[in-house]
């Protein structure tokens, strides 16, 4: 049990009851479409249904396949469940309008199976809300992942496109089982390498194996491929040549993969070229490259990213992505999406959310979601995201009034939007277990599920992932659910609580580092932690740099005023004394030390329950998290000894009874040497 098999495993229903139910209810499956014809889809669809009844019941499914109407209800991606006889027989019925959405029927079927779910009385019709359903790999042509925490990438670019590894599909069923339906497999820290025609026919190999399973490729364009693989002496927007040039590119792109998805950018941002070296903005940069993608009735978008602050640039980094695409909106073409970070900084434990989402009505955005922990401890420590990016996901905007939530906004249906799509930033790479931490698994699947429909709750979510990942009886099952609920929070705790953030260590980012500085400004950590003889926080109200003037009036009033703001974004708002009162009655400096305590004693709570569910899960990947657990109380003591004893020089007060007294001075702290530390392209 290597956790190879993910969330698919099939494994033979123990009961023999259920066994003899299940194969009662599918003695047929029938599968209608509008065409109901093959196709290599429904190939894929059969394959996974006789691989998963085969395991799971011991049969070997028949298929029919039907043509019945398209249905209004199921969209392009949909599927509807239901219970029909074939000659006598109990059968299923997977309807959709579409191969892809039979497809996504078949694997809730199986997802029923192995959750023991009833199949009597199937009545379930499931459709995403969002169209386009992207993982976004940064993962390099020398198959280093920038923030990977897993091993190198999966994609073997030096054996393609002749050698394809077993594992393209197996990445490929993995995303379909959960809806997701395309990937951008190159880093948004771009090579334009991976344009010429030597590496299309690479990347044209792994599109096709993914087409069967429903997912589109993209790739990520660097804006100065015209001259780095061009010859173009410009990558100016609006000269005609470089035009040109992109034209007959997405032409050459478009001959390769007729379905190509579309580009990923990173412009202007932390060193990346683009339009403003030609004193062009980034609506001219977009539409340069979405004009090809949107030709000849071609459907490809450009997805380019909100995620931009400048060296020259003197305003709170955190205003910077507003105050350059909100003068933009209206000047985007129609099949191009502004891809925002849920946070405005960069996914920190926990943000305020981008006051971006919402404030271009007329421009489509969508989510960037950041799966791999860059700043929630890699692959070492637990953080289930799936409570962060609900909160993310169901966070109220107001822009249109009450009830335009971020979810909203990036469905689409807040604006009316003609193209909607999601981003997960991958924790994928060639580890056998695919996500290095055991545990991290649910967090691919959570992004899949609300990248689907982002109403799911994420308990509901993780309950279902437990459920197909590990054979626990209910009371182990809700103990890991606990677990994993409580585990983001956990991190916050021991690691930037009360909204502090950005104060980990530099280049690796993992580890405390809230004395950093030297170099730009909005890479140390003083300029967003404040510590002063005062009081501590960043002060963004309108005594500060106003950041929170970005947001709807409702907020402003919820986090403006030290008397309303939530406990979790005091700090991320305000600069505040040190004997501040806070709502538990301690002041700011006891809490504060109370809070990073706790983050440690969650943990230790943690490896408790682990130890207890020793047997109840299979020795081998409980192991591997028992020893996770152990590193990740460690690294706890060190976030919180550190942390305390720097902001100790300022707020030149003890620490309340309850806090654990540190073992060691700061220097030892400020000393320790984590440069070996993997996931940053500096280390090697
Ligand atoms: C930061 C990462 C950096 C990424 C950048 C981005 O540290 O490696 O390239 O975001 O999203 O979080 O472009």
Redesign the pocket.
Known sequence: EDGYRLWLRYDRVESRETRSDYRGAVEAIVVQTPTGEASPTIDALKAELARGLDGLIGRDPTVHLVAGETRDDLGADGYALTNVTVDGDDAVRITANSDAGALYGAFALLRKMQLRESLDALDEVSVPKIDRRLLNH?DNLNRFV??GYAGFSLWEWNYLPDILSPRYTDYARALASVGLNGTVVTN??ANALVLTPEYLTKVKALADVFRPWGIRIYLTARFSAPMEIGGLETADPLDPAVQAWWDAKVAEIYEHIPDFGGFLV?AN??GQPGPWEYGRDHADGANLLAKPLAAAGRDGIVMWRA?VYAFEDTTDRVKQAYNQFVPLDGKFADNVLVQIKNGPL??MPREAFSPLFGATPQTNQMVELQITQ?YLGASIQLAYLGTMWEEVLDQDTYVAGEGSTIGKVVDGSLFNHPVSAIAGVANTGDDRNWTGHPLAQANWYAYGRLAWDHELGARDIATEWTGLTFDADEEASTQIVDLLMGSRETVVNYSMPLGLHHIMERGH?YGPGPWVTGGRADWTSPYYHQADEVGLGANRIASGTNAIEQYAPELQEQWGQLANVPDELLLWFHHVPWDYEMRSGRTLWNELALRYQQGVDEVRAMRATWADLRGGIDEERWDAVRQRLALQEKDAIEWRDACLLYFQQFSQRPLPEGVEAPAYDLQHYIDVDRRFFPGHPGDY
């Open positions: 940064w920038e923030r948004v820290n990173k941002s932390e995620f960069d996914f860059e980012h």
